[in-house]
């Protein structure tokens, strides 16, 4: 799909970013813990969510509640040499 897709990023009401498809975003710095990543594109859904260091995604992806276009990933203390990496597969609904 073509075009660009629109996200935020909780705790902290960070963005809304907007990424070119197939591209990645900078890195945002947020708060370890818990956060979740919410694509705000019309017309798409989440389809498939991973990090690097694959451990950091949590189930959550798109499904809690069904349709929720959240991903939630797990983010430790460090700088960037412990840094959790976030992919968002989108397809059109």
Do not use: W
Not at 14 to 24: E, K, R, S
Not at 32 to 42: D, L, M, N, P, R
Not at 46 to 67: E, K, L, R
């Amino acid at each position: 799909m073509r075009g660009s897709y629109t996200f935020t990023v909780n705790p902290g009401a960070l963005g809304p970013f907007v990424v070119p498809a197939g591209a990645c975003s900078p890195a945002i710095e947020v708060a370890a813990g818990s956060v979740t990543i919410h694509e705000q594109t019309a017309g798409v859904d989440i389809v498939a969510c991973s990090t690097i260091p694959s451990a950091a995604q949590q189930p959550i992806c798109n499904n809690a509640p069904a349709g929720s276009q959240n991903s939630v990933v797990t983010v430790v203390p460090g700088d960037i040499s412990t840094m959790t990496i976030a992919f968002i597969t989108n397809r059109p609904k």
